[in-house]
């Protein structure tokens, strides 16, 4: 912004005489300490503001709200209504937000519609002229700087890119993208933008930028060429399949942050953004333009429950408005859609593989669903890859056969996977027709001779990617139509991007799309899970209204949880409760599986558990051989308060319909809180009876 606008409001900026509070500087963003009538309008305009306890000479809860644009338009509002005391250096901070907001709101609407694409003298000229609605995004970038380009999977993004790239003002630019994409994007720039000059980041080179025009780096470089990329005058940072960076507190995203705030224009590019909840968009906006939805915490105030986004095709429409994304699909740019075909084919797997892990798997699923500490998010780890890894192995075979068959009529394939075994199944099955590799174990310049191998030689046939590597891929669609998954992913953005690889819009035949499933294992569940209601994805970046979500994946601890019931269901075991995580119940039975107990008799349990259990829970009354009724006793009875947990010694063996009975009387006659019983036990070690938490400690698995 030029220095006159800036004197000029501040020499016609309003001072009335009578004011109500005071706008301040806060290094959080701007306070408001008002008197409380104006709070409570505050309150309830401002829904993103957080309270400051006690620091307010007006009020004694003050408002802070962060310095967006939006709160910087909405305060000057606030201040025509309801006179505050501001200083020049507020004021001025205020129209500047505010005026970034009416430039971003005017950009917005007008700046897609530009189709014109005009180079100036200096400028690089595309071998290749973007088409219409790539120009107008290039329009766009000019007035806004900062933006997601989220068009559809297919939609030339890649070039959209390289279109922002051509002004002298543009350049040294960076373009950071998933690490095997690295040599396809230079070949792209060679193709699109042939007299630019490019360097491609790799590890173990010497860490210096030479003077060229672009570098390309993968996300997996940033963290060991931070020390030289961030201090590089770079004037454009790209980001591409920015969906990487939607994960809070990892050293990319932060060293991303770093360089977007040194650039003049960061842009993104991702059909598929959101891959589990809509606060996601909040962690890859705020890469692009550091604030520019508020503190995280101010953005779930504003729009969310927990992470799930309240209105998605609001946030849209938001998003859209304020010039912070832009997306276009095939619809809108052809006046028409090519939707592959899908299919689920059910396969007859190999079940043994399957009943060699159940045991294992259901032993984790009763620790996932036990709630304690620790154990159940290790369990919960082991029972997503133990479960998955096995039903993939179980379907390989029968997978290999069905991808055989497609092969022998003539087709090529794109075969999409998860686990190393299944690949290495899959090649021996598959070596006659030649199958190459694109996984997490390939380097860049392996990865490229797959897909170089695949394109031009017609005796391989088979292209065997992991499903996170799909991302980015271009070329496939000259040679292939077909797409097999062999395994599922947890998320439906992920298989719609592998999808996207065949390029359904640029194809000459119709996209075909087999998802194999059996009816065992953690097949069943995730796809109950991926033929759910629409995702919060659908809402964000198409606008659509949504009832629901597609595939909740949420926390990986609450899917896993899920699974863990269905699985136990699956196999026709009990469902257990959680076990108690607080208060007298759980501090007994965590003091129990801390003691070492003989296993001779009950009598010699019993001392042991008398000698190290009253040091355990100090502040509880350990009672031995409660009298309850006319003739009855409990071993232990613990209390605390109002609670009371009875605790029980069994050396043998005992069955459920006997530990009932037993609870029962206990609930009865000594009016119990909680149960602990310490037993050799097989089954469910949590459940409940009328009411009262039942906890069973096998002793012959006690951790001391």
Known sequence: MSTQPQLIGLIDRPRPEVTFGVVQTHEDGWLIDAQPFVMTRVRNLFRNGRSAWNCGKFT???????????????????????????????????????????????????????????????????????????????????????ILNADWIGGGKSVSLIAT???????????????????????????????????????????????????????????????????????????????????????????????????????????????????????????????????????????CTGDRVNSPAALNSYLKSRGLMIRRTAKDVKGSETKPQKQTITLEGDMHTLRQVQDVAKALAMSVLSNRVGESEKSARELDWKLRHATGVAKAKPAAEFVKMLCESGE?????????????????????????????????????????????????????????????????????HLAVFGELDWSPQVLDQCIGRLRPELN???????????????????????????????????????????????????????????????????????????????????????IKLPSSSEREMQEAIWAALPGLVPDALVEREYRIGERGRLDFLVTSGSDSIAVECKIDQTGRGSVYRQVRRYIEEADVSGVVILAPWSGVSNFVVEDVPVTVVDWAKAKI
């Not at 060679?190 to 672009?214: C, H, R, S």
């Not at 065992?520 to 033929?531: K, V």
Request: with cysteine.
């Open 60 to 146: 004694h809860n003050p408002v802070i709200l962060p310095k967006t644009p939006d709160s910087g338009k909405d305060l000057l509002w606030l201040l025509d209504r309801h006179p505050l005391d501001v200083g020049d250096d507020v004021w001025h901070d205020l129209t500047r937000y505010s005026e970034r907001y009416d430039r971003a709101l005017a950009a917005a609407a007008v700046g897609d519609s530009n189709h014109s694409f005009d180079l100036s003298h200096g400028a690089l000229q595309m071998a290749k002229p973007p088409y219409w609605y790539q120009a107008g995004y290039v329009n766009l970038v000019k007035t806004v700087r900062r």
């Open 165 to 303: 790239l051509c002004e002298p003002d543009a350049r040294p630019a960076l373009i950071v993208c998933q690490p095997h994409l690295t040599l396809q994007f230079r070949e792209f720039l060679n193709e699109f933008l042939p007299d630019a000059t490019v360097q491609v980041l790799k590890t173990g080179m010497k860490k210096e930028i030479k003077p060229v025009d672009v570098v390309i780096v993968g996300y997996t470089g940033l963290r060991p060429w931070q020390d030289v990329l961030v201090p590089y005058p770079f004037r454009s940072i790209c980001f591409d399949e920015i969906q990487d960076l939607r994960h809070l507190d990892t050293e990319k995203r932060r060293v991303s942050i770093a360089l977007s705030e040194r650039a003049d224009f960061v842009t993104g590019y991702s059909a598929t953004p959101i891959y589990n909840y809509g606060s996601e968009i909040w962690s890859i906006l705020d890469v692009l333009s550091p604030g520019c939805l508020g503190a995280q915490g101010d953005f779930k105030r504003e729009w």
């Open 412 to 480: 090529k394939v794109l075969l999409f996977g998860w686990h190393r075994e299944v690949y290495d199944i899959w090649k021996y099955h598959l070596k006659n027709f030649n199958p190459v590799l694109c996984t997490g174990s390939e380097t860049p310049a392996q990865k490229q001779a797959a897909k170089d191998k695949f394109l031009k030689d017609g005796s391989c046939q088979v292209f065997i990617c992991s499903l996170r590597s799909g991302a980015g891929i271009d070329g496939l669609q000259d040679v292939c």
């Open 508 to 594: 000459k035949e119709e996209i075909l799309a087999y998802f194999l499933t059996i009816d065992d294992g953690a097949d069943p569940f995730m796809i109950e899970r991926l033929g759910d209601k629409r995702s919060q994805s659908d809402g964000i970046i198409d606008g659509k209204d949504s009832e629901g979500e597609i595939l909740e994946d949420g926390p990986p601890a609450d899917r896993i949880r899920q699974m863990a019931e269905a699985y136990l269901m699956l196999i026709g075991e009990e469902i257990p409760v959680a076990e108690p995580q607080s208060g007298l119940h759980a501090e007994v039975a965590s003091a129990l599986r801390k």
